[in-house]
């Protein structure tokens, strides 16, 4: 029940906003986020936003990735 | 898609686990994931045998559903069965089992029950009918609690007398605790559930790696973020480092969702409470405040959530504690099977037994 999916926000109306969510348009309360645009990726959860993603973070995820990729290894090949 | 399909890259996925199965130690590191999301992506993606041998991936008690004691859905059901009520429910509650029977039978019954995919819709719902009491089965871990305690605020505002919700919220960084001191599950690292983290942040995970020394990495859902996860675990075991270290940065910021933890705060109060299985935790609950007290169904119905450790064949509880795997219970695949669950575990697809019996376990 703790599903929670990246959505992209179509369009805000005071607190609410429309996302898509998997190639449907929902309703998604903006209560519990400050700062949500139309256009930005969003998690939402039991039909709230509570959190943005932006791409700098997810971004930040490939450079940790890559970090661990050439870390040594005890082993040589 | 935008932030899915970078973090399913399969040739990313092959070149991770390579590079995991070359760091990793003898004997396997023993990680647990507490998140029920987790649990099913591991078993979708094949993970836990793709890296069998080199990390063991042990599951704990990863869903709210799962958690949720048998007096609670006995008590939902004794609410269902008064005049007027009206309940509303996340869908997977409805086949959960109570002592005598499930929401979904009682149902056929007569009991009014509807499924709802927020707990806003439950307040819409009480405003479109003022004759009826809807009461929200407010059932979650950190992630849901902002939303449950949202209606209410919402209802609250629109003076709403007709809306409770009969609450069973849990918190997870003190039910890690007591599995992290648990001799016989010997966790050597923690998969933080990436959702519930969103809301909490990082800190409240801190305790675990300075005073247990269990190091401790949050975690996102795709593929690649369980083995960043993973392989940043080793990292710190290769080390003899316990940190708390952030492997879902686009979700999780260090100090978590602010406003939501604010309407947690407003809305509830900690409390003690029992977990399936488990037994009672002190203070890992959340009961509804008393500023609220009007919107609390428990005390507004005199309907009491009574917590008794249950007396089944059903051995939900050392699943969630990881200590058997779900084939090592006599009732898994037999009695017990997703269509006619005997346990919680088997209910949802993200129950440690239900993904196991859709997907096959792979080795440990
Ligand atoms: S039934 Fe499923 S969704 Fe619900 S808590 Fe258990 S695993 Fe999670
Ligand atoms: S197989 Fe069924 S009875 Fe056995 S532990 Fe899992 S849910 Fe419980």
């Not at chain 2, 005390?299 to 009491?304: A, D, E, F, I």
């Not at chain 2, 959530?305 to 084939?327: N, S």
Request: proline residues 7%; aromatic residues 6%.
């Amino acid at each position: 029940m703790c599903l929670a999916i990246p959505a992209k926000v179509l369009s805000i109306e005071g607190d609410n906003a429309m996302i898509e969510l998997g190639g449907t348009q929902r309703e998604a309360s903006l209560m519990l986020l400050e700062g949500v645009s139309v256009g930005d990726w969003v998690i939402v959860h039991a039909g709230f936003a509570i959190e943005k993603l932006s791409e700098e973070d997810a971004a930040q995820t490939f450079a940790l990735l890559k970090e661990i990729m050439e870390s040594g290894s005890d082993e040589v090949h | 898609m935008k932030f899915i399909d970078e973090f399913r890259d399969p040739a990313a996925v092959r070149a991770l686990v390579e590079k995991i199965r070359r760091d990793a130690g003898d004997p396997p590191m023993r990680l647990m994931e507490v998140c029920g999301t987790h649990t099913a992506s591991i078993a979708r993606s094949g993970l836990r045998s793709l890296l069998s041998g080199a990390v063991s991936l042990v599951s704990g008690p990863g869903c709210p559903v799962c958690v949720t004691p048998d007096g609670y859905v006995d008590a939902a059901i004794a609410l269902g069965h008064k005049p007027g009520i009206t309940l509303t429910s996340f869908g997977d509650m409805l086949r959960v089992p109570g002592k005598r029977s499930t929401l979904e039978k009682e149902r056929a019954k007569g009991i009014d029950v509807r499924v709802v995919y927020s707990p806003l819709d439950a307040v819409a719902l009480a405003a479109a009918e003022p004759d009826r009491e809807i009461v929200f089965l407010g059932v979650g871990f950190e992630t849901t609690a902002p939303a449950i305690g949202g209606a209410i605020r919402t209802a609250s505002d629109r003076k709403l007398k007709n809306f409770s919700v009969l609450p069973s919220v849990r918190t997870i960084p003190e039910a890690m605790a007591i599995l992290a001191r648990d001799p016989e599950i010997r966790i050597e690292g923690f998969l933080c559930p990436g959702h519930v983290s969103v809301v909490i942040g990082t800190q409240p995970y801190e305790e675990l790696a300075s005073k247990h020394h269990i190091p401790c990495v949050v975690c996102g859902f795709e593929p690649l973020d369980i083995l960043l996860a993973v392989s940043m675990l080793l990292r710190q075991k290769k080390e003899g480092a316990a940190r708390v270290e952030n492997a879902y940065p686009r979700g999780v910021a260090p100090e978590g969702n602010r406003k939501a933890r604010e309407v947690i705060a407003e809305v509830f109060a900690p409390c003690d409470t029992g977990w399936r299985g488990i037994g009672v935790i002190p203070g890992s609950g959340l009961r509804i405040s008393d500023r609220y007290a009007a919107f609390d169904a428990e005390r507004k119905h005199g309907v009491p959530v009574i917590f008794a450790m249950e007396d089944t064949p059903c051995r939900c509880g050392d699943v969630l504690k990881g200590k058997i795997l779900p084939p090592e219970c006599p009732l898994f695949g037999k009695a017990c099977v997703p269509e006619e669950p005997v346990g919680p575990c088997m209910v949802s697809t993200e129950g440690t037994c239900a993904a196991y019996y859709k997907y096959g376990g792979g080795l440990r």
